[in-house]
């Protein structure tokens, strides 16, 4: 039975409620567009209005107009971009989202890795303050996820201006989203991916054999799990595009699916399957 102590809890409970803050975060970023379409009166126009019912003049239209440019040009981080072309302000939102995003997603399948690093070091000589440690490993590892984020928001920046996908960051083409679904189902049965994967879900072994002298030794074995964690789920990450960045059901099951073939019984077997279903998926998408 796992048993949690003081040390553990004290930096684990703050990361379940960064985890949640995160979600509502996503939440919220979601529903941000679905009420600027619905509430956005700067794309009404004088001929869709009815002039017997709506007692407007030009000065007034003029007016809503004006005000809606200055809304659009203020930097909301719960705004979703809404136009063609991004701006600074644009970018600097989608990279936040996109961190925040691979935190919520990511950070929930590193408990394990956590627990078990703080139970090898509980009785430890070497060990000084096991709070730091923990905090200093799970900073680690959402560093590597923060440039993953970066190189990610880059990516969508740069299909976004090439008309390949929409505002809500969904690939328009469904040969270009078959293909990188197919890719993603053929990666699950490569090498690289068992090896990741297997360092995931078996942290122990490495964790042993890393000789720990001081703090640089858990800088290093953080980096370490978090590079084997990239490794294993990139593709993965990279499927919300297929049916949309800003898509939270779709986030919650690429979550559930990464933190199943981390966590569950038989992710090896998980793994496998899910390469299937998504080779299936690619196929039918390009071929029907």
Known sequence: MLKFD????????????????SWVYLNSMYMQPMDMNTMNMGTMTEESMDMDSMAMDKEDMKSMQDSDISMQNTF???AMPMNSDWNLNDLIVMALMWIVMMFAMMMPTTFNFLYLFHQMRANMASTHNQKTELVILASTYFLLWILFSLLAVTLQYLLHNANIVDMMGVIKNNDIAGIL??????????????ICLEKCRNPL??????????????VKIGLSNGIFCIGCCWILMLLVFVNGVMNLLWVLIITIAVLAEKVFPYGN?????FGVGLL?????????
């Open 269 to 273: 077997i998980l793994s496998k399957l």
């Open 181 to 194: 679904i197919i890719g993603a189902g053929v990666y699950q049965f490569t090498s690289l991916k068992n």
């Open 280 to 288: 299936s998926w690619g196929c039918l998408l390009i071929y029907f």
């Open 205 to 218: 072994s490495y964790i042993m054999g890393t000789k720990i002298d001081g703090m640089g030794s858990i």
């Open 6 to 21: 003081r040390e553990y809890l004290i930096v684990i409970i703050p990361i379940i409620l960064m985890i949640i803050g």
């Open 76 to 78: 909301n981080i719960l």
